[in-house]
C-alpha cells in the first residue's frame, strides 16, 4: 500500500518540556486526532506517545486496517512521540493505533486521548470534535455563587444507564437529549442544587458502572456522541443546575486496546506489581511518579472542566491511592523511602492536581472519596494539605446507618453513634453521602435498612433525611433514595418509579423535596456549614429518650435553627432549654400526613421562665413519634 503520512506536528518546545515536566495540562490540544489544513490539503494530524515502540502506524476503516500504509514519524528528540498528517480524512473516521514492539509483537490501541469511541467489541476511535455552541454564559458567569462553601450544596448522584430507561423498549437507554428532557424537570421540582454523574468516560464493561474506564478523554458513546453530552450540561446550566462528573484516575482496566502494556511495556502502569496492580479490581493503577503519566492524567481532569464545562469532580477511589498497603496484605507491598505506607507520589499527584484544577477553574470544585481519616485532605496544598475542595464524610455515613438499622428499642445503647460525628466535623470540608456504595452488593435499599414496619421504615428514613439535611457540610444522595426504592440498585434496569403511585413513597419524595428547599432557602442551614459557629449542642446525651437537639446558625448568628430528632416510635412532650427572650415556631414535621406520617402535630405547649439544659428558659414541646422536627427562631420579644 502507498504510505501517505505526511510529516507534522502540533508541539512546540514549550510542549514537550511540560511534557516532561508533568507540568503540560492542556495536552488534549496536542495529542490525538485533530483535522486540519495542512499545505491546502484537509486533513488529520494523529499523535501518540510510544516511546518504547518500534513502529507505530495509523490504521483504519480508510485503510483497511493494514499496519503498513500509514506510519507515523518518531520525534528526533527521544521525547517517545510518533506524529504525522493523513490528507483525505474527516469527522468519523475509524482508527487505532498499531504498534510494532521491540519483541516485534503488533498491538492494536485505541487512541488514549480520542474524543469518542465505537462500542465493544471493536472499540476503535472516531476522528471528532469537541466543537459546540454553549450557551451556558450567565450559568459559567456566576456559579462560583453556587460552588463556593457557604452555598447550599444538594448532590442528586446519577447513573445515566439505569436512572430511566426507554419507556418503549425497557432494554433501550435514554440517549443524552432524552435524559435532558426528563432529569431537567425532576431536578428542577426535587429542588437538587447539582447532578453527580457515575462515570461518562468510555467503559468497555457495564458492570464496571464506568469505574474501569479505556477512554479518558470519550465521552460514552452508548448514550450519545460529545456534543449530544454537552447538550445535557449545557441544558442542566441554562436551567440553574451545576454537574459534578466522576473522575477515576486511580486504576484501568486491561483489554487488549487500551492503556495497559500499551507500547508493549509498562507505560501508563507501574511495573512493580505491588504499586501497578490492584488484586481486589482485577485492575492497573497509574505509575504517579512518571511525569508524562500525571501530565497525561491532569490535562485529563482540565478537559472536562474546560471542553464540557464541568462545574466539578469527584475523584474515585482516593484511599486506594494514598495508601500502599491498601487492600495488601503484609509482604505484597513496600514502605515508601521513610518507612511508612503513604503513596508520596500519589500525595503529590493529587496536590498537584487539586493546585491546577483551582488555579484554572477556580469557581469548580474538587471532591474526594477518600474513607480514611488521612489528615488535611482539604486543606490548601500551600499549607501542606492536598488541596480537595471537600471529601466525602464515610466515617458519619457509617455510624448513622449502624444506628438506624438498630431496633429503637436498642437505640439508647448507641446514642453516641449520631454524636460522634461533632468531634471531627470540622477537620475537614465535608460532603455527607448516602450514594450508589450503600444500596448495591447485599447491602439492601435504603428504605429496607430501616427496622420495623412499613410505617417505622418510612419514618424512620424521613428521621435519618432529617438529620442529613440539618447536619453541618453539602449533602448527597443517590437516585432512587429520595422515594424508598425497594430493590438495591440494578445497573441494568431502570428504577422503579411506578412505586409513585403508592402514597408512602410518594409521601417520601414530597420530603425530600421539602429538605432540600429548607436548606437552600434557610441560610442557617449553609452559610456555615464548615464553621464551628454554625453549629451547637443543645441535648446530646439524653440516651434514654434517644432525642438529640441542636441549632443550626448563619454567619452573622440572627438566623437559628432547631432541630429536634426523637427517634422513638413514642409520643411525648419533652422540655428544651432556649435563650432568654427568644420564640420559636414549627417549621417543619416529618410525620406531616402530606409526607406519608402518622399526623401528630409537632406543637410548642408551653414556654417556661426557669432555667433548663444550662439555658436561661425553657419550651414544651410535642414530639411526634420517629420524626425530625425543625424550628425556627422568631424575633425576641423587646423587638416586637
Given at each position: ?8 506536528s ?31 490539503k ?10 518504547h515502540?518500534?513502529?507505530v ?12 500504509a ?14 504525522g ?74 447513573h ?140 485529563n ?41 503513604v ?103 435504603m ?53 409513585l403511585?403508592?402514597?408512602?413513597h ?6 425530600v ?69 427568644t ?53 425576641d420579644?423587646?423587638?416586637?
Open positions: 500500500m502507498k504510505q501517505d503520512v505526511q510529516p507534522y502540533l508541539f512546540t518546545e514549550d510542549d514537550l518540556y511540560l511534557f516532561r515536566e508533568g507540568k503540560h495540562y492542556r495536552l488534549y490540544e496536542k495529542f490525538g486526532s485533530h483535522t486540519l489544513n495542512h499545505d491546502g484537509d486533513g488529520v494530524y494523529f499523535a501518540v506517545w510510544a516511546p515502540a518500534k513502529e502506524s495509523v490504521i483504519g476503516d480508510f485503510n483497511g486496517w493494514h499496519s503498513e500509514h506510519k507515523l514519524y518518531p520525534r528526533w528528540d527521544q521525547s517517545g512521540i510518533w506524529e498528517f493523513i490528507s483525505g480524512l474527516s469527522w468519523g473516521t475509524l482508527y487505532k493505533y498499531a504498534i510494532r514492539t521491540t519483541d516485534g509483537i503488533l498491538l492494536e490501541k485505541s487512541d488514549p486521548y480520542g474524543l469518542s469511541w465505537e462500542q465493544n467489541p471493536q472499540a476503535a476511535s472516531l476522528v471528532s470534535t469537541n466543537w459546540y455552541e454553549w450557551t451556558d454564559e450567565e450559568w459559567m458567569l456566576n456559579r462560583w455563587k453556587n460552588n463556593r462553601l457557604e452555598a447550599p450544596i444538594s448532590v442528586y448522584e446519577l445515566l444507564g439505569s436512572w430511566m430507561r426507554g419507556t418503549d423498549d425497557p432494554e433501550r437507554f435514554f440517549n443524552y437529549r432524552e435524559i435532558a428532557e426528563r432529569l431537567i424537570p425532576y431536578v428542577l421540582e426535587m429542588g437538587f442544587t447539582h447532578v453527580e454523574f457515575m462515570p461518562v468516560m468510555e467503559y468497555p464493561y457495564d458492570p464496571s458502572w464506568g469505574y474501569q474506564i479505556t477512554g479518558f478523554y470519550a465521552a460514552n458513546s452508548r448514550f450519545g456522541s460529545p456534543q449530544d453530552l454537552m447538550f445535557l450540561i449545557n441544558e442542566l446550566h441554562v436551567h440553574g443546575i451545576g454537574v459534578i462528573l466522576d473522575w477515576v484516575p486511580s486504576h484501568f482496566p486491561g483489554d487488549a486496546n487500551g492503556l495497559h502494556y500499551f507500547d508493549g511495556t509498562f507505560l501508563y502502569e507501574h511495573e512493580d506489581p505491588r504499586k501497578g496492580y490492584h488484586p481486589q479490581w482485577n485492575s492497573h493503577l497509574f505509575n504517579y511518579g512518571r511525569n508524562e503519566v500525571k501530565s497525561f492524567l491532569i490535562s481532569a482540565l478537559f472536562w472542566l474546560d471542553r464540557y464545562h464541568a462545574d466539578g469532580l469527584r475523584v474515585d477511589a482516593v484511599t486506594s491511592m494514598l495508601y500502599l498497603d491498601y487492600a495488601r496484605e503484609e509482604g505484597q507491598w513496600e514502605p515508601n523511602v521513610f518507612g511508612g505506607n503513596n508520596l507520589e500519589a500525595k503529590a499527584f493529587l496536590q498537584d492536581f487539586n493546585t491546577a484544577v483551582y488555579r484554572y477553574y477556580p469557581d469548580t470544585m474538587t471532591i474526594a472519596e477518600e474513607s480514611s481519616d488521612f489528615p488535611m485532605l482539604t486543606k490548601p496544598v500551600h499549607h501542606g494539605g492536598v488541596g480537595f475542595g471537600m471529601k466525602w464524610m464515610m466515617g458519619w455515613m457509617h455510624d448513622t446507618l449502624k444506628y438506624f438499622k438498630e431496633d429503637p428499642i436498642h437505640r439508647k445503647y448507641h446514642h453516641h453513634k449520631i454524636t460522634f460525628a461533632s468531634m471531627y466535623m470540622y477537620n475537614e470540608n465535608y460532603m455527607m453521602p448516602l450514594s450508589h456504595d450503600e444500596v448495591v452488593h447485599g447491602k439492601s435499599s428504605i429496607y435498612k430501616m427496622p420495623g414496619d412499613e410505617w417505622q421504615k418510612f419514618a424512620n428514613l424521613r428521621a435519618l433525611y432529617t438529620y442529613m439535611f440539618t447536619h453541618p457540610g453539602a449533602k448527597l444522595l443517590f437516585m432512587g433514595n429520595e422515594f424508598g426504592q425497594t430493590n438495591e440498585w440494578r445497573f441494568g434496569a431502570s428504577l422503579d418509579w411506578h412505586l403511585q403508592y402514597p408512602v410518594e409521601g417520601l419524595r414530597r420530603y423535596k421539602a429538605l432540600n428547599a429548607l436548606y437552600r432557602t434557610e441560610t442557617s442551614l449553609h452559610e456555615s456549614q464548615f464553621k464551628p459557629e454554625g453549629f451547637e449542642w443543645v441535648e446530646a446525651n439524653d440516651d434514654n429518650n434517644s432525642v438529640y437537639v441542636y441549632l443550626r446558625k448563619n454567619k452573622t448568628q440572627e438566623e437559628v435553627i432547631m432541630v429536634v430528632l426523637n427517634l422513638t416510635p413514642r409520643v411525648f412532650d419533652y422540655k428544651i432549654g432556649v435563650d432568654e427572650g420564640r420559636w415556631e414549627v417549621i417543619l414535621n416529618s410525620d406531616d400526613t402530606l409526607y406519608g406520617g402518622s399526623g401528630v402535630k409537632a406543637k410548642i405547649l408551653d414556654e417556661e421562665d426557669h432555667p433548663w439544659m444550662f439555658r436561661p428558659n425553657a419550651l414544651v414541646l410535642r414530639l411526634p413519634p420517629l420524626a425530625g422536627v425543625v424550628l425556627k427562631r422568631k424575633m420579644r423587646s423587638a416586637e
